[in-house]
């Protein structure tokens, strides 16, 4: 089992950068790929981006493909959410997941595949 913590988010202005951090603990952090996922409030949870286990694998949604950056730090046990170019609609709750993937290069995409879901970290985006 992986223990899943959220840090970094905040207010931004639109157009402007926060950083998020997803720290692990427990078990061995590279047996897990890790997605991060937001939830505005009234819509359903969505998936942003993800990174295999290896770290060379990455797969983004296309609202914010070009805009975000996913990246991991396996001394660290942490998995960073670089977002530029911040706009109002991501506004949300992200929430950062770990699935046990088998595969060291696959990216889970879907919410339903993570085993692991941290509590989450509040960003806000105004114009």
């Known amino acids: 089992q992986v223990q899943l913590v959220e840090s970094g988010g905040g207010l931004a202005q639109a157009g402007g950068s926060l950083r998020l951090s997803c720290a692990a603990s427990g078990r061995t952090f590279s047996n897990y790929a890790v997605g991060w996922h937001r939830q505005a409030p009234g819509k359903e949870r969505e998936f942003v981006a993800a990174i295999s286990r290896s770290g060379e694998m990455r797969y983004y949604a296309d609202s914010v493909k070009g805009r975000f950056t996913i990246s991991r730090d396996s001394a660290k046990k942490t998995v960073f959410l670089q977002m530029n170019t911040l706009k109002p609609e991501d506004t949300a709750v992200y929430y950062c997941?770990?699935?046990?993937?088998?595969?060291?290069?696959?990216?889970?995409?879907?919410?339903?595949?993570?085993?692991?879901w941290g509590q989450g970290t509040q960003v806000t985006v105004s114009s």
């Open positions: 997941a770990a699935d046990p993937a088998l595969s060291r290069a696959y990216v889970p995409r879907r919410s339903g595949e993570y085993d692991y």
